[in-house]
């Protein structure tokens, strides 16, 4: 029954973005153009929440297709992102609701008891840990990475390589689970999660590949990566939202684009998540290994044969 309404929720959201696309809703000529939105949403929602890594497919899909729009906007780019990634949050928060009110509630009595007791008290100061290594880096080090990071030659090795350590990480016998995971060991997949801010590393996949390496198993390994999600992204989204939107200008034709691709995001990201969870129940990561490497040697491929610049 969860399946039917999770599903049905998921193509609901798409026919609406569909919609608002082929009407035209917000679509301006001299901006990014709604159908580009919705197939970055689509790709957003999907690579954001399976171990593939969104900031590289978003950077790489433009590159292919020669889609400049963003390439030359850049303010315009980085908000777009994190308007995607709004997407992304709200299905993630959709999914795992009754977790995270649990989750929440279970911090704040640890606040005011000032020690930690239950099961779900430590996932949860686990996952407040973790967020602060990423949120941190993020911070200090968000115009060194844009600056010298995100070419498509660099995106292809940190999939490869990056994937190559998933594949490591997925012969680790599960051994532990989540409540198990002290404070220190937080820290470890925080500082792991903040690799992810290098495009190709991919952020669920870092993070599933130091939790697989901890000895949690496969379907624990892909929620706790989805609960890590929740603070990052919610931290960038209203830090970008006061300073992008509130005080600073967007160009116009904005609000089409954003529209779409947030929902698109988010329709695409549920079903990421529903299918993900009952693939690794049943299999082991390495079809998303596979990918990776595939996806590098394609992009290397282009580069070599002079079809694509390096560059982007």
Do not use: C
Not at 28 to 55: F, H, K, Y
Not at 155 to 173: N, Q, S
Not at 177 to 205: C, D, F
Not at 282 to 298: E, P
Request: aromatic share 10%; net charge negative.
């Amino acid at each position: 029954m969860r399946r039917v309404g999770i599903l049905a929720v998921a193509g609901a959201a798409m026919l609406v973005a569909v919609g608002l696309t082929i009407a035209g809703i917000g679509d301006d000529p001299d901006a990014l153009p709604n159908w580009q939105a919705l197939v970055l949403g689509v790709v957003q929602g999907a690579t954001e929440l399976l171990p593939i890594s969104s900031s590289g497919h978003l950077i790489l899909v433009p590159w292919l297709f020669e889609w400049e729009y963003l390439e030359t906007h850049e303010e315009f780019n980085q908000t777009f992102d994190v308007a995607l990634h709004v997407g992304t949050l709200v299905a993630v928060v959709a999914y795992f609701a009754p977790d995270v009110v649990r989750l929440l509630g279970a911090w704040w009595g640890s606040v005011r008891r000032r020690r930690i007791e239950t099961a779900d008290e430590r996932v949860a100061w686990f996952v407040a840990v973790a967020t602060v290594p990423a949120a941190a880096i993020g911070a200090l080090g968000e115009n060194v990475i844009a600056e010298h990071l995100g070419e498509p030659w660099q995106i292809a090795i940190f999939l490869a390589a990056f994937g190559v350590l998933l594949w490591l990480a997925d012969r680790t016998p599960p051994r532990r689970e989540m409540a198990s995971l002290g404070l220190g060991t937080a820290l470890t997949v925080g500082l792991a999660q903040s690799l992810a801010l290098m495009p190709g590393v991919s952020r669920s996949g870092i993070t599933i590949t130091a939790a697989r390496f901890l000895g949690l198993d496969r379907d624990s390994a892909a929620r706790i990566s989805f609960l890590l999600l929740i603070p990052v992204v919610f931290g960038a989204s209203v830090w970008k939202g006061v300073t992008d939107v509130l005080l600073g200008d967007l160009p116009p034709g904005s609000t089409g684009p954003f529209l779409v691709g947030m929902i698109a995001a988010a329709a695409s990201g549920l079903v990421a998540i529903w299918g993900l969870l009952g693939y690794v129940r049943r299999h082991d990561y390495s079809l998303f290994v596979v990918y990776r490497l595939a996806v590098a040697a394609f992009v290397l491929l282009l580069i070599a044969t002079d079809v694509r610049p390096p560059t982007f």
